[in-house]
């Protein structure tokens, strides 16, 4: 969609009328040529220097994450050849293999957060701009229809000794989306979880992922004998949203076990270059915007255009046309107003 300025109507002007007011109204030339030349005291650091370190310092997050992804590519390709070898032509070892390979990968991924330099979440998405966080399903709050039906109810939630006190959230009946959202997120908030709604419609939590690797063991909870037990607390079971998990147990002794494990490792391997991708073009755009601006004079780009819209008005300045041009300029012509764009 392409997005114009829309500039304001001018009135028709007597080209005549209009040079008698600029000639009366122009005043005496200035000693020392351009106003532009006259000496100022340091400033304080430009918008755009403040931008390039953090353009540097997205680099670097994108760089680690980049690393980490590679590392992780390896290891899902290794694991793909594994499983290929074991499904096309058996052999005795190839189940301590498989089994090698799928330890290193799962220690990989429990690895992620330090080895990425908190740049990418259990869903390798990537997070520049704010702290990684986990989001994950909670057992018995997974439906708001579910919650809704359950009527008026007052929960409490406990969380050792990474929560205070406990804190309460107030159900009442008939109650909508946003109103039980709201609700979570007032209380549980003082936790630091958010409540949210996924594609699905289906109720998620969100923690810094930091917090709730602290939080997760200890939050209990206790209802009214509607969604949860009365007069005690219950340990809360929580499933984390993550793109690649291997099961718990390997099932290798069956050729259908061995073909879904294989189809899994595939997909995320494809999810995995198509994010090294991905990755590999926003860094050569920054690369390459870096360059450019290491080598621009904001100085003496300042003076530049100065001096080129102080030549357009000495040129002709009874010119109605060239004041329109330098207004014109001015107004649509921002090199920080682009560089904010940019960010």
Do not use: C
């Not at 080209?15 to 351009?34: F, N, Y």
């Not at 992620?112 to 740049?119: I, K, L, N, P, V």
């Not at 908030?189 to 200890?218: C, H, T, V, Y």
């Not at 001096?307 to 002709?316: A, I």
């Amino acid at each position: 969609m392409k997005i114009g300025k829309q500039l304001p109507a001018v009135s028709a002007i007597n080209p005549q009328e209009r040079r008698e007011a600029l000639l009366r109204d122009t005043p005496a030339p200035l000693r020392g040529g351009l106003p532009s030349e006259t000496p100022h005291a340091e400033t304080a650091p430009s918008k755009s220097t403040s931008f390039s370190l953090q353009l540097n310092q997205q680099l670097s997050s994108m760089q680690s994450a980049d690393s980490y992804l590679g590392d992780l590519q390896s290891r899902l390709s290794q694991l793909k050849l594994d499983l290929s070898r074991q499904i096309s032509a058996p052999q005795p070892s190839g189940e301590e293999n498989i089994r090698r390979s799928a330890q290193q990968l799962d220690e990989l991924l429990k690895a992620r957060r330090q080895r990425s330099g908190e740049s990418l979440d259990a869903t390798l998405k990537l997070r520049l701009t704010e702290p990684v966080r986990s989001r994950f399903s909670l057992q018995g709050l997974e439906s708001l229809e579910q919650i809704r039906q359950s009527g008026r109810e007052t929960l409490l939630f406990s969380g050792g000794r990474q929560l205070a006190e406990p804190v309460a959230v107030v159900l009442d009946d008939e109650m909508t989306d946003e109103q039980i959202l709201r609700r979570f997120n007032g209380s549980l908030g003082q936790a630091g979880i958010r409540a949210e709604l996924d594609q699905n419609g289906e109720l998620k939590f969100s923690a810094r992922e930091a917090d709730w690797q602290k939080l997760k063991g200890q939050l209990a909870v206790q209802g009214e004998g509607k969604l949860f037990e009365k007069g005690r607390y219950v340990r809360l079971q929580s499933q984390e949203d993550q793109l690649l998990a291997l099961p718990e147990e390997l099932q290798l002794d069956s050729f259908r076990e061995l073909r879904r494990l294989l189809d899994s490792v595939v997909t995320g391997l494809d999810k995995v270059t198509a994010l090294r991708e991905q990755l590999s073009n926003r860094q050569k755009e920054i690369r390459e915007f870096l360059a450019r601006q290491a080598h621009a004079d904001e100085k003496q780009w300042a003076l530049d255009f100065s001096r080129s819209v102080f030549n357009l008005m000495q040129r002709s300045p009874s010119s109605y046309a060239a004041v329109t041009q330098t207004v014109v300029a001015q107004a649509i012509i921002s090199r920080f107003a682009v560089v904010s764009l940019l960010s």
